[in-house]
């Protein structure tokens, strides 16, 4: 069955530093990946996502994310952390098999960045 | 575009109450689903559906039923409620087919059973 990690519940940076969100993968097959955000009391928005080629994906909002196939990895990664940037960061993993959409959701990881 | 909208946005209910959660896309999306969102749970599949008279379950389905009859709405009854369905839900649509298309979320609906 297909799952996704997130190891850290809340990751602490300060403003202007680079930050890194983390996610590992589970799949059976080939990984289709994502990202999403919830700012406060709002619904999720995409941030990017993996299907092929690339390892290093270019997102909304100036983040991007890694692939790691031997690592079974997919970070999120933005050079410069804005405050604005401080909410629930979600990875997922496309459920495999069939013409679907269901996606397998992490745990989510808050990202708090310090002015 | 509206993108996909929910009512309402809160909701108490006492146990045993039944409720309609409404979801709509004007976005002619094929595929929309429920998910509920407990504390350190991440989001849950309750159903799904890629396209009018056609639903399936989820992960979490007991509990809870779907149509759909039109492409836009995407209603999900809560039968009887109980205090374990306090969640948040959120409703989503998106294209489907073999690419990952990204799914678009509504703002949620808090829901309290007490």
């Known amino acids: 069955a297909q799952s996704v990690a997130q190891p850290e519940d809340q990751v602490n940076v300060a403003e202007g530093n680079p930050l890194t969100v983390k996610c590992t993968y589970s799949?059976?097959?080939?990984?289709?990946l994502f990202w999403y955000v919830q700012y406060p009391n709002r619904g999720l928005q995409f941030l990017l996502k993996?299907?092929?080629?690339?390892?290093l994906v270019k997102g909304s909002y100036g983040f991007e994310a890694e692939f790691n196939k031997s690592q079974t990895s997919f970070h999120l990664k933005k050079p410069s952390a804005l405050v604005s940037d401080s909410a629930l960061y979600f990875c997922?993993?496309?459920?495999?098999?069939?013409?679907?959409?269901?996606?397998?959701f992490g745990t989510g990881t808050l990202l708090a960045v310090q002015p | 575009n509206a993108g996909v909208t929910q009512t309402p946005k809160f909701q108490v209910l006492k146990t045993g109450q039944s409720m309609t959660l409404q979801c709509a896309q004007d976005?002619?999306?094929?595929?929309m689903s429920w998910y509920r969102q407990d504390p350190g749970m991440g989001l849950r599949l309750i159903h799904y559906?890629?396209?009018?008279?056609?639903?399936d379950q989820g992960e979490v389905p007991n509990g809870y039923n779907v149509s759909r009859s039109t492409t836009e709405d995407f209603p999900l009854r809560l039968l009887s409620a109980a205090p374990s369905q306090t969640s948040v839900y959120f409703c989503?649509?998106?294209?489907?087919?073999?690419?990952?298309?990204?799914?678009?979320f509504g703002p949620g609906t808090r829901l309290t059973v007490t």
């Open positions: 997922a993993v496309r459920d495999y098999g069939g013409a679907t959409n269901k996606l397998i």
């Open positions: 559906s890629v396209g009018a008279g056609i639903t």
């Open positions: 989503a649509s998106s294209l489907w087919g073999l690419s990952s298309y990204e799914q678009y």
């Open positions: 976005m002619n999306h094929e595929y």
């Open positions: 993996y299907i092929t080629g690339d390892n």
């Open positions: 799949v059976s097959g080939n990984p289709y």
